[in-house]
């Protein structure tokens, strides 16, 4: 995605004109409309003041990505009921085919049994709840995944 229009997004994100831009930015009304479609770029003091205005970071706003804002923003707004009725593993297998066979070949009692020791672990020294343990146990698992894959690379 170009500048240009990432600040178009952007704006109409936050629910703002280009004349409500403008005015707070100190610009003409055209100016905004030349910077979303990339005639023009703003100086970098501009930039500054349209990321905070967006409530983006500057390089945000230079990478601003439509579909990972909007999907962070429906997990944010997704209620613990709605989650939990979604079948992940039927979601993700569309994208990961492993996650519909995998259960046929991998001994999942022994996985299972040897996860449910570190929750139980992580629940006793540092009183996290069930869902906070799997959470960080989760996290843990992703980030050796990423050190894992990094190092073949």
Known sequence: MNLGNNLYHARKKKGLSQEDV???????????????????LPDIRQAKQLAILYGLALDELIEFDVDLQEIQETIER?????????DWTKAWSKKYPILESYQKEVNITYYAEALCKLLI??????????????????DILATVWKKRSEKKS
Do not use: C, F, H, P
């Not at 403008?22 to 023009?40: C, F, L, N, P, Y």
């Not at 997704?78 to 979604?86: A, G, L």
């Not at 009183?127 to 989760?138: A, F, R, T």
């Open 121 to 138: 672990r992580l629940e006793k020294e540092y009183g996290y709840d069930e869902l906070n343990s799997m959470l960080v146990l989760k």
């Open 22 to 40: 403008a005015e707070k930015i100190g610009v003409s009304r055209q100016t905004i409309s030349k910077w979303e479609t990339d005639e023009t």
């Open 78 to 86: 997704m209620r613990d009921e709605v989650t939990n009725k979604i």
